[in-house]
């Protein structure tokens, strides 16, 4: 298990944590995978998502795997006339992290957070601990908490 930037926050918070690894590989990187790999409901693996608007400004996005964002809410919540993802060639640049192993934590920048509010209807959540294959299991608070996170509707 690495220790990464996810992980060093939530120890500096004082959050309390359990770190899951699972196996992957470059042909299953998505949320759903990560669910079934490791045995939780799709509703408690919640993966983080990147936008850029057209004033080039960055948001994240952390919704439950089996869930999609509605471009026309995300537009609405960041107050942009466009909205769409960020290219996956950028990701690393703007987060530190890659595809299958970004986290909503630890960011080289903290970026707007928006987490979808179905998370307040779990007793634990797990996100990406910002490397292919570990995911944190915490609670919803405690992810809120972290990421100075808005509870939104943006499905």
Known sequence: MKTTNAIRILDKLGVTYD?????FDEDNLDAMHVSSSLGFLPEQVFKTIVLVNDEKKLFVFVLPADFSISLKKA?????????DLLKTSDLQKYTGYIRGG????????KYPTFIEETVLLEDFVCVSAGVRGEMIRLSPADLIKATDGIVSDFV
């Open 75 to 83: 537009r609405t919540l960041t107050k942009s006339g466009q909205i």
């Open 102 to 109: 970004c986290s909503p934590l630890g960011m080289i920048k």
């Open 19 to 23: 770190v899951y690894e699972y196996d």
